[in-house]
């Protein structure tokens, strides 16, 4: 069976490293969208405009197929590929890390720097509260109302969320449940008369 769990973080977590008067500051994020990924990378950039570098990873989708990171003028690797090997290490997608660093004066060579992004990102995501989630499938239905019966007695049975009902010339209902088992909800709903699905996903 397709494993349909995931892990992201509930909240902001934070993290930080110093090395040789150079300051890293980790925020951990849970994201959804590519949109709150700039949204927060705009926040950052603007409140730490005094910052030497502001470097970021994120993943994204329940398999972490979305992916990016980013050095911001760090020495290629060093930092975005650092901060997105501690997301992936840790189990975690829907996250956006973010590692501010303030230059002390001193060079730290490209493997002093890896350590210092890994350190910070692995701080924030040691300390962030971890989230199971499950991939879910909504879809939509419509059937006659002497009918409302047998519908809500399978959306009950088979742990079904009700989004969203209305009642026009008939009944509608907007429903989301587990990817494992949706296949099985369908088939059941499918042996409803009159009833007929609107919306896929």
Do not use: W
């Amino acid at each position: 069976m397709q494993d349909d769990t995931y892990q992201t973080i509930r909240a902001l977590s934070e993290g930080s490293y110093k090395e040789k008067g150079s300051k890293f500051l980790a925020f951990a994020h849970p994201v959804a969208t590519v949109e709150e990924v700039k949204t927060l990378l705009d926040r950052y950039r603007k409140t730490y405009y005094d910052a030497r570098h502001v470097c970021f990873a994120y993943a994204l989708g329940p398999e972490a197929t979305e992916t990016r990171s980013n050095d911001d003028g760090e020495p290629s690797g060093t930092a975005g590929r650092p901060i997105l090997g501690q997301i992936q290490s840790f189990g975690l997608t829907d996250v956006l890390v973010v590692v501010v660093r303030y230059f002390g004066g001193v060079l730290l060579g490209t493997g002093g720097l890896v350590v210092a992004y890994k350190a910070a990102t692995a701080e924030a995501l040691q300390s962030a509260e971890i989230l199971p989630k499950t991939v879910n499938i909504d879809f939509s239905i419509r059937f006659e109302f002497p009918f409302m019966n047998d519908v809500m007695k399978l959306v009950k049975s088979m742990d079904a969320q009700l989004l969203h009902q209305d009642y026009d010339t008939d009944c509608g209902m907007q429903l989301r449940i587990r990817q494992r088992d949706a296949e099985k909800l369908e088939s059941a709903l499918c042996k409803i008369e009159t009833l007929r699905f609107e919306l896929a996903r």
